[in-house]
């Protein structure tokens, strides 16, 4: 299972469980469904780190589709816009933050991982990102634990992610079950143009915008 694969199954997870917000408020299956998404978009940013040939471009994609995303994203959860909670980009966008700063390749900062990691998590609860700091928690625990074993890897982010989601709603723990689909990865990007990364960024603040159109004049 190549990285395109786990893009499309993260993308129609969370389009499900928006749909399930949006429309069906009170059926569960459509959030437990969505737990899927996050956690392997956590996953996904962490290789993405690794694999991408320039860090400040994909964080400034992050960024730009975060300001691009943040009105439908208020439309279509709160049907206004404000600072209530900001869209998932933001989150995404913090956790790339750290993963560079704790990682310094290039050696230009003397930064102490914890004091980047506290940072990191006060921004996400400060900011009211998307997940808040339980998703900076995914986020760093895929990134420290990516050169262990599969195994010790995916049951060590189980662990966090158990204790992490106790903070949270009851169905946040259905997020655990986005980690046997990690274990399908086998490492290789699948088909790449521009098209396809621009498409799966697009999706975002599209979808949001159709949902809140049809909740609004249905």
């Known amino acids: 299972?190549?990285?395109?694969?786990?893009?499309?199954i993260a993308l129609t997870s969370m389009i499900i469980d928006h749909y399930g917000a949006i429309f069906q408020s009170g059926i569960d299956i459509y959030r437990i469904i969505g737990r899927l998404a996050f956690p392997l978009y956590c996953f996904l940013l962490v290789e993405g780190y690794f694999h991408t040939k320039d860090i400040k471009k994909y964080a400034k994609r992050l960024f730009i589709f975060a300001i691009i995303s943040e009105v439908p994203f208020d439309l279509a959860f709160y049907n206004k816009v404000g600072f209530i909670h900001q869209n998932i980009f933001f989150t995404l966008f913090i956790g790339l933050a750290a993963i560079y700063f704790i990682d310094n390749k290039e050696g230009k900062y003397n930064i102490n991982k914890y004091l980047i990691?506290?940072?990191a998590g006060i921004s996400s609860i400060i900011l009211s990102v998307d997940y808040n700091i339980i998703g900076i928690i995914y986020i760093l625990a895929f990134y420290f634990t990516r050169n262990y074993k599969k195994s010790i890897r995916?049951?060590?982010v189980a662990l966090?992610?158990?204790?992490?989601?106790?903070?949270?709603h009851v169905l946040q723990q259905f997020?655990?079950?986005a980690l046997p689909i990690i274990c399908f990865y086998n490492g290789e990007l699948g088909p790449k143009n521009k098209v396809i990364q621009t498409l799966f960024y697009v999706a975002y603040p599209l979808h949001l915008t159709l949902f809140y159109i049809i909740n609004t004049y249905h």
């Open 1 to 8: 299972m190549n990285v395109l694969i786990i893009k499309m």
């Open 117 to 119: 990691m506290a940072f």
């Open 154 to 156: 995916i049951s060590t």
């Open 160 to 168: 966090i992610m158990l204790l992490a989601n106790l903070s949270s």
């Open 175 to 177: 997020s655990l079950l």
